[in-house]
């Protein structure tokens, strides 16, 4: 096995690339592709579920021609992908019937306050330990059978196939019509709302409630398991993981161990804490999750914040704003000033995800003065990622009695030394990055190397984690919270701005964010 090869699909919000890993965790091997982002209303987000199987397609043999590898070396394939995505598809022709429904997308808060009547957005909390939002998969299925016509008398005769971009992906690569596996794992099936957390199958109740056909839903499996094996360009080849790509990202930091932690900052950023194999409910805002499952081990849990709004918000103060030129010029434009200057962002672009899943709150800047430049808005920009991921941590700690005493960090905007200096001072604890900064694609290749051989077990996969970087804290405690003190202020600023909030109950259709 000392030329063993493991090739991972990350399948994201922007993009979809391969990564090519060797035996020891290495990176190989990279290509990437962009996929279109399609708004067609406000609020509303759509992918081509066609177009990202192709750029799938087309970096999987780009990251292999780069590695100078033929499909027939690589031990296993696995998959990690942003998570409550939706697509519907005809198992006959396989094409999608729609575009994908994204996580971001918030067209479903209307259904979501109706489903959730007296008992709002916690009805289905304690089967799924999820909030009743417009950021999970199943009533962005029942809203496509509702307003595609036709749809829901085809999907009642199993027509109709139902998946996060995992289960499509896996479908694809395993022969798609002529006998592709309809599959997903537990980590994606915990993001549908309609998985039962303990029993790990689907709930019929809660498929009824929905309206929901239990024929065109796919099989729950293991995260590392053999699924399948490729046919066409990677014919042979083990389809061997699936994961979500916020779990994903705590597998490939090593994060095996109850109460270990870490934070991936992409277009939002997603915190996890391993609980251990028992579900923790959360009180204080936060999703109860699957973290993964090997084989048929017992699953480990986790307690998850989601943040919709974070890389994202680099992304306007760029596209929108105008004020940089690319996302890399934030943190010198940042660096020119002290502080902010007094002025806060609060990105609640599409409502505000954990802790709060408000679908009322809009973005709001505050504490504007003429001394305000762009350079403290840039600091502002970059401090609103860190305040958000405090509000988390701190309701992790309300929930589950644990207090983080690090913070393992990855993800794009790890390579901004100012943002993660910050994080470290308002959290008061160490941050960390590992070597290997592609947690995600990390996590799945392990995760299908462990499936296939590659590697033994989990104590061998931690002896291969390295730290790159470690930020301390240098902010004074009373500075932290009076700065502290301010942001909340700010947020409650956000609050009340659309209406239909109070019909549904607090969050009662929250948008959301990295998948």
Aim: proline share 4%; hydrophobic share 40%; net charge negative.
């Amino acid at each position: 096995m000392t030329d063993s090869f493991v090739a991972a699909i990350d399948q994201g919000t922007t993009s979809s690339r391969c990564i090519v890993f060797d035996r020891h965790g290495a990176v190989v091997a990279v290509d990437r592709r962009e996929h279109r982002q399609i708004f067609p209303k406000p609020g509303w987000v759509e992918h081509d579920a066609t177009e990202i199987w192709c750029k799938v397609q087309a970096v999987v043999a780009g990251a292999l021609a780069k590695a100078g590898l033929e499909p027939d070396r690589l031990s296993a394939l696995g998959i990690t992908n942003q998570r409550e995505t939706t697509v519907l598809w005809d198992r006959a022709t396989g094409k999608p019937v729609h575009n994908a429904i994204v996580w971001q997308d918030t067209r479903t808060s209307a259904l979501c306050a109706r489903l959730g009547g007296t008992d709002g957005q916690d009805r289905f909390r304690d089967t799924t330990g999820l909030p009743l939002a417009s950021y999970f998969s199943g009533p962005k299925a029942a809203w496509l059978l509702d307003n595609v016509p036709g749809l829901r008398v085809r999907a009642e005769r199993g027509e109709i196939a139902f998946g996060t971009i995992d289960s499509w992906l896996v479908w694809n690569l395993t022969g798609g019509v002529e006998g592709g596996v309809h599959v997903t794992d537990v980590t994606n099936a915990s993001r549908t709302l309609l998985m039962d957390l303990e029993t790990l199958d689907w709930d019929r109740s809660i498929l009824e409630a929905m309206d929901l056909p239990a024929v065109m839903l796919p099989r729950i499996r293991p995260s590392s398991e053999v699924y399948g094996t490729a046919v066409g360009p990677l014919r042979g080849v083990p389809v061997a993981s699936a994961l979500g790509d916020q779990q994903a990202a705590l597998f490939g930091q090593a994060c095996y161990d109850p109460g270990t932690a870490k934070n991936t900052y992409g277009t939002g950023s997603f915190l996890l804490l391993n609980t251990g194999e028992r579900p923790v409910p959360s009180k204080n805002g936060l999703i109860t999750t699957v973290g993964y499952r090997i084989g048929e081990q017992a699953p480990v849990y986790c307690l998850e914040g989601s943040i919709a709004i974070t890389g994202a918000l680099v992304q306007w103060f760029r596209d929108q704003l105008g004020i940089i030129r690319s996302a890399d010029e934030i943190e010198t434009l940042a660096a020119s000033v002290e502080d902010n200057g007094g002025a806060y962002i609060v990105p609640a672009f599409s409502g505000l995800f954990a802790p709060y899943w408000r679908s009322d709150a809009r973005g709001v800047v505050t504490g504007l003065t003429r001394y305000v430049t762009k350079a403290h808005l840039a600091r502002a920009v970059l401090e609103a990622t860190s305040w958000q991921t405090r509000e988390v941590v701190d309701a992790m700690h309300q929930d589950s009695g644990v207090r983080i005493s690090s913070l393992k960090v990855d993800g794009g905007m790890t390579v901004n030394g100012l943002l993660m200096q910050h994080q470290a001072d308002v959290l008061g604890v160490p941050v960390i990055r590992p070597e290997v900064a592609e947690t995600t694609c990390l996590g799945a290749a392990y995760a299908a190397g462990l499936a296939t051989g590659v590697w033994s077990g989990p104590d061998e996969l931690k002896a291969h984690w390295r730290r790159d970087a470690e930020w301390r804290p240098r902010m004074a405690a009373a500075a932290r919270e009076r700065e502290y003190g301010k942001w909340r202020r700010a947020v409650e600023r956000s609050l009340g701005w659309e209406d239909g909030h109070e019909e549904g109950g607090a969050g009662a259709g929250a948008g959301a964010g990295a998948g």
